[in-house]
């Protein structure tokens, strides 16, 4: 399998983040001439001898979402034997790529989008090159759903030309006129005739579906362990809970964690944002999984505190004051997102939505 490079391999995902506006990712790649796990023993097995592997790939994908199918396919495309796997049950895969709004960020002004999204993450620490790679991710993504993923040029409307069909979609071209660059921001969607009804989603399964030579895909199949050489450090495979029982799967070439964010988890709900009171929209599978696996490993985390707090219809998480039962919403026309009373504040303060 040819090797990524740092940019290659966010540039590759940064269509699924942007549809979904969030998302988690991480590489956990063995290094050259690791591939039996590194830190040979006196007696010359590998750590990774020593585990009892029930299959094997090149590289494992946990999460078929947007950013999973986007990993998957680039690395089928470079030679790659790929497991993608999905926590939901068959029918329910697709994380929140699957129930957003089908909306993608885009413009060709690179440099206007930077300006724009600096000014977002004010006060943030955002590293250049990452503020780089997912600007021209965004630039090239019309592009890559037309040359990658299959969807016709003709299909793709851009929402600054004509807003009539959902004169709403204007609130967010752009969302925040204010910021610098902002002006060059369009949105576009990959289905003219019909917005919404996961026509993104929908065009991310059909290309996996084509690759099934190269990629399998198991569902109801969540990641529930890493193994990390403990020489090398090295991500070597991951346990499946597949259909019930449990499944080592030993990954040649790295496990990329693209299994959503954390918002069915009370617990880190409130230990991460400082919500005790709140409702989501979305997908029931996003229960911190990928945060409890990173963490097995050692990973470091960045910006846990921020979170999507202003679309109560079109994907995000809202927060109402009176406690519900109820963990899971609908992203549209459901009861539980507009009754009761809501209030999201900005850090500054100088913008709110009740």
């Not at 994907?315 to 009861?335: A, D, Q």
């Amino acid at each position: 399998m040819g090797e990524y490079s740092r940019r290659n391999f966010l540039k590759g995902s940064v269509v699924g983040l942007a549809a979904m506006a969030g998302a988690g990712a991480l590489a956990g790649c063995a290094p050259k001439g690791a591939g039996s796990g590194g830190g040979a023993a006196k007696d010359g097995m590998t750590y990774a001898d020593t585990i009892e592997w029930n299959g094997e790939y090149d590289v494992v994908v946990v999460g078929f979402g947007g950013a999973g199918a986007v990993a998957a396919r680039y690395a089928a495309e470079e030679g790659a034997r790929v497991l993608l796997i999905d926590k939901a049950p068959l029918g329910n895969e697709g994380g929140n790529t699957r129930y957003c709004g089908q909306l993608i960020v885009y413009s060709e002004d690179k440099e206007a989008m930077k300006k724009y999204y600096a000014g977002l993450a004010a006060g943030h620490d955002l590293p250049e090159d990452v503020l780089e790679t997912y600007c021209q991710g965004l630039t090239e993504t019309k592009q890559m759903l037309i040359n990658d993923f299959d969807v016709p040029e003709e299909n793709f409307q851009h929402w600054k030309d004509d807003c009539s069909l959902q004169p709403l979609i204007a609130h967010f071209l752009p969302e925040y006129p204010e910021i610098e660059g902002g002006e060059a921001l369009d949105l576009i969607s990959v289905n003219r005739e019909e917005q919404g009804f996961s026509h993104l989603w929908k065009a991310y399964r059909k290309k996996i579906d084509s690759m099934s030579d190269k990629i399998d895909v198991w569902c109801n199949a969540p990641a529930t362990h890493l193994f990390q050489d403990p020489v090398s450090k090295a991500v070597i495979g991951l346990t499946v809970e597949k259909d019930g029982e449990p499944v080592n799967v030993r990954a040649l070439n790295g496990v990329v964690l693209s299994c959503g964010g954390f918002e069915n988890n009370k617990t880190m709900v409130e230990g991460y944002l400082g919500l005790s009171k709140f409702t989501v929209s979305g997908t029931l599978f996003n229960t911190g999984d990928g945060i409890k696996l990173a963490s097995e490993v050692g990973a470091d985390f960045w910006h846990m505190e921020a979170y999507e707090g202003n679309c109560f219809h079109f994907g995000g998480v809202s927060f109402p004051i009176k406690e519900t039962e109820h963990s899971l919403r609908s992203v549209m026309n459901n009861p539980y997102l507009v009754s009761g009373s809501y209030v999201v504040v900005g850090d500054d303060g100088q913008r709110y939505m009740t």
